[in-house]
């Protein structure tokens, strides 16, 4: 299993081999989540700087962490060609399978379209 703050060393390298410029707000360190949630957690964000790398086109890629009281929200965005609507859960099995994952851990996944693309991945925090 891997922890959020060791899978971002591997984002930064992907995204810098990419020329993808990279930035990170908030501490990756975290304390309220279960050990399972954050492999889980590292597995989406994995899978959506991937996307970025191969599909977004992006400049930069802004990884976000903002914990809250209840929970954590983690925002992966970039600056790129956004998702095409119709290629969202039908071209490949990615975003399919971070959904599913985050389910079982009582999560969730939401696709903003803004400049680029940015998804909201939000996880319970366990009691303190
Ligand atoms: P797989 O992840 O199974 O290797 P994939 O990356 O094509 O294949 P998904 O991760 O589910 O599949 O993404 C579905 C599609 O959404 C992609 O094929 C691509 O067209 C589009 N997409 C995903 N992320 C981005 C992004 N950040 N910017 C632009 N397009 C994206
Ligand atoms: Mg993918």
Known sequence: GIRVEDELVRIRQLLQAAEIGYMLEGDPVLTNTSLITENVLSMCMKEAVNNVVKHSGA????IQIEPSRTDLVIKVKDNGTGIEGSHLYTKG????GMRER????????EV???????LVIKVPNVAP
């Open 102 to 109: 985050l389910e079982f851990v009582n999560g969730s996944m």
């Open 93 to 96: 099995h990615g975003l399919q």
């Open 59 to 62: 400049s930069l890629c802004l």
């Open 112 to 118: 903003v379209h803004d400049e680029g693309t940015t």
